[in-house]
């Protein structure tokens, strides 16, 4: 007389927790780079439209001084906004910094009011950081 057994043997159990762990081990990586490309293009769109509001500023005004940004984060909040005027008012550095600080390959980005870009921090090169 044979009786069924129902179940999984040891083996089984072994490979599909293995096949698990290759998965993930693939996919977690991807997953961490496509959310910090998310996050550094929130302070991408965060200083564009400081930047925008700064040149309407000094359209208003003919000049920098003065202006001040309405918001202080980037739209989704990742990033506190700054401004620093220089040049007698006829210049601006925007700062964009990720709060809390968990980025160190972009630890902060700039624009300056000639369109130039530019990051503090460890990575290779500033496409990395605007993702031009």
Not at 1 to 22: H, S
Not at 40 to 58: F, P, S
Request: hydrophobic share 35%; glycine share 10%; aromatic share 8%.
């Amino acid at each position: 007389m044979k009786r069924n057994v129902f179940g999984f043997t040891l083996i089984e159990v072994v490979v599909v927790v293995a096949i698990i762990g290759i998965i993930a081990s693939i996919a977690w990586p991807l997953y961490i780079g496509q959310t910090t490309k998310q996050r550094r293009a929130d302070g991408v769109r965060g200083l564009m439209l400081a930047n925008q509001e700064m040149t309407q500023c000094k359209t208003d005004n003919a000049t920098y001084t003065g202006c001040v940004l309405t918001n202080a984060f980037s739209p989704d909040g990742q990033y506190s906004m700054s401004v620093a005027i220089t040049g007698g008012g006829d210049e601006f550095t925007l700062t964009a910094t990720r709060t809390p600080s968990v980025d160190d390959e972009c630890t902060a980005l700039t624009l300056d009011h000639l369109g130039r870009k530019g990051y503090t921090g460890t990575a290779p090169s500033l496409k990395r950081c605007w993702g031009d």
